[in-house]
């Protein structure tokens, strides 16, 4: 068990920014694959950004030069910064997080331990 809990989202109108946080107790981030997803109303859950097996930050093509993965190492926490949000963005978004698999590796998208999720609205 890996407790996570995000915080951060809010209701903004387009163009505007928001930060999440991803929090974990008990365990160093470094440690873990981790990986935001979203949901929209009605929508499957997708993946926002994630890390491949070699440490490379990939992100959605959606949301690629608007929104930038981070990490707090002292505090523990993972960031996600979203800039020029669009009513598209909206939806429930949660950090997920797996242990590595053989070497290291980090080759899928994480959805072992999740947070709560925290709603993002996004007007026009």
């Known amino acids: 068990q890996v407790p996570l809990e995000e915080s951060g989202g809010g209701s903004v109108q387009a163009g505007g920014s928001l930060r999440l946080s991803c929090a974990a107790s008990?365990?160093?981030?470094?440690?873990?694959?981790m990986a935001w997803f979203r949901q929209a109303p009605g929508k499957e859950r997708e993946g926002v950004v994630g890390?491949?097996?070699?440490?490379?930050?990939i992100y959605a093509e959606s949301v690629k030069g608007r929104f930038t993965i981070s990490q707090d190492k002292l505090r523990n926490i993972l960031y996600l910064q979203m800039n020029s949000l669009k009513p598209d963005d909206t939806g429930v978004y949660s950090c997920a997080a797996e242990w590595p698999g053989q070497f290291g590796y980090c080759d899928h998208w994480p959805r072992k331990y999740w947070g709560q999720g925290t709603q993002v609205t996004v007007s026009s």
């Open positions: 008990g365990y160093s981030l470094d440690s873990l694959c």
């Open positions: 890390v491949d097996s070699d440490g490379k930050i």
